[in-house]
């Protein structure tokens, strides 16, 4: 029964710490942001451990709050004037090492580049692999409006990729 | 669009958290946890404290009442008192009255 399914808080943390991470990490550009934020996420979730119900809950939850701390982080950074493009060329230079694929990399950088809303879609469905029918339920947003997010933002990056990556783009 | 999607798909790839991110996620806990015990501390020492002071305020109320009644109760005794004080006088007074129109009769 789901009601005798106890959460292990640390248990979750690794389970779950490099997803959440990344969530973060891709709608802000910013590890050191990235990793505060992932350590709220989790803090929260430490005092609504009780309302926890399944594994399946806590990784909706995990990735819910995340990207909603995302986004009110980047809300914030708007209000200060930081310039996200700048930024994410900045912090994402130094994990250039970590990446096996140079294309993945400079992809990366392009998807920073998208409206919040799409790239949001976009991580959500490339990284969590998650359908669209999830994604609308996760942001609370229509099915036909995240569609259009993932369309729109899929075109968007192929299109950027396609102008400043053509040396990478299979057949370019 | 297939060959393009594997690559955004093989681009977003989960990243490892930094190791440190357990330790200092871990940390912050217990140093919250810490803070909210003493919250919780705080709030009870003024609860208990405000239930002291409750209880002394309704102690002297009551006190004042009590105190009251027996003061009212002492004033009505007093009051009795005097009036069968008087009362005795004048029963004397009528009696002595009674005798003295009995010699004048006489």
């Known amino acids: 029964m789901a009601g005798e399914w106890q959460p292990d808080f640390e248990q979750l943390v690794d389970e779950h710490q490099s997803m959440v991470f990344s969530l973060a990490l891709r709608m802000t550009g910013d590890r050191g942001l990235a990793e505060e934020i992932a350590q709220d996420v989790f803090l929260e979730l430490d005092r609504h451990l009780g309302k926890i119900e399944s594994p399946l809950h806590a990784l909706f939850w995990l990735r819910r709050v995340a990207m909603s701390r995302s986004a009110d982080a980047l809300r914030r950074r708007r209000v200060r004037g930081v310039d996200l493009w700048v930024e994410m060329g900045e912090n994402h230079g130094v994990q250039a090492e970590e990446r096996s694929s140079p294309l993945g990399t400079r992809l990366e950088l392009l998807l920073a580049a998208l409206p919040e809303p799409q790239r949001a879609a976009l991580v959500l469905r490339y990284q969590e692999d998650l359908t669209p029918e999830e994604i609308a339920a996760m942001l609370g947003t229509p099915l036909a409006t995240v569609k259009s997010h993932l369309q729109r933002g899929l075109k968007l990056l192929r299109a950027k990729a396609e102008s400043r990556l053509k040396e990478y783009i299979r057949g370019a | ?106």
């Open chain 2, 1 to 106: 669009m297939e060959d393009f999607e594997r690559e955004l798909r093989q681009a977003l790839e989960r990243r490892p958290a930094p190791p440190s991110l357990k330790r200092k996620l871990m940390e912050r806990r217990s140093r919250q946890r810490a803070e909210r015990w003493r919250g919780h501390v705080l709030l009870w020492q003024r609860l208990a404290a405000g239930a002291v002071l409750a209880a002394v305020l309704a102690g002297a109320v009551v006190w004042r009442h009590a105190e009251q009644r027996r003061m009212g109760e002492a004033a009505r005794e007093q009051v009795f008192t005097a009036l069968r004080i008087t009362g005795h006088a004048l029963d004397q007074m009528r009696a002595q009255l009674e005798a003295h129109d009995q010699d004048a009769q006489e």
